[in-house]
Antibody, heavy 121, light 107 residues
């Protein structure tokens, strides 16, 4: 059973960089056929896809956040990470990591529990 | 970018009711449409992928249909555990995009 777990600071100051890590267990992040995505949800709102990474390191970012986002992977630790720079209060959200499976299209079949990140001084 | 809309934004229903939620894409996405269920404080859960394929472990009262731009999620007989918010999501192209959600609550 694949499990994902987000970790990182729950409070970030404005203009700083938000950094989160997703640890994958029960399966290898290097397995082909999967992307590894970050998704966020503003309080009481819908879901926003941030971007994905493949185990090889190739990435795709949502154009709405592209200038501030970096997603990286550490296959030796079975982890992938999110960095979002120059944060403002508008970046306050629950951040989820998810496995993005390629099969008849793509879908998010496993999710982390989510971690709330608040941007405040 | 492809935009997703859902209707209704919320609905009230009773246990045993048949419930239908509609999702529309701003351009054709073939059958690359997924449905998720989210309960308060929890991560979304995949219900349906590729428009009509039931994810393993999901009850058969959930079904999906559609192709092109118009899609439907149907719950054949609403159960107490089905009260939640439902999201559609397109995987035809990047950026991946979710619909705004449909909240199903108790009448």
């Amino acid at each position: 059973q694949v499990q994902l777990q987000e970790s990182g600071p729950g409070l970030v100051k404005p203009s700083q960089t938000l950094s989160l890590t997703c640890t994958v267990s029960g399966g290898s992040i290097s397995s082909g056929g999967y992307y590894w995505s970050w998704i966020r949800q503003h309080p009481g709102k819908g879901l926003e896809w941030i971007g994905y990474i493949y185990y090889s390191g190739s990435t795709y970012y949502n154009p709405s956040l592209k200038s501030r986002v970096t997603i990286s992977v550490d296959t030796s630790k079975n982890q992938f990470s999110l960095k979002l720079s120059s944060v403002t209060a508008a970046d306050t959200a629950v951040y989820y990591c998810a496995r993005d499976r390629r099969n008849l299209g793509n879908y998010f079949d496993y999710w982390g529990q989510g971690t709330l990140v608040t941007v405040s001084s | 970018d492809i935009q997703m809309t859902q209707s209704p934004s919320s609905l009230s229903a009773s246990v045993g009711d048949r419930v239908t939620i509609t999702c529309r894409a701003s351009q054709s996405i073939s059958s690359y449409l997924n449905w998720y269920q989210q309960k308060p404080g929890k991560a979304p859960k995949l219900l349906i992928y590729a428009a009509s394929s039931l994810q393993s472990g999901v009850p058969s009262r959930f079904s999906g249909s559609g192709s092109g731009t118009d899609f439907t999620l149907t719950i054949s007989s609403l159960q107490p555990e089905d009260f939640a918010t439902y999201y559609c999501q397109q995987s035809y192209s990047t950026p991946r995009a979710f619909g705004p959600g449909t909240k199903v609550d108790i009448k």
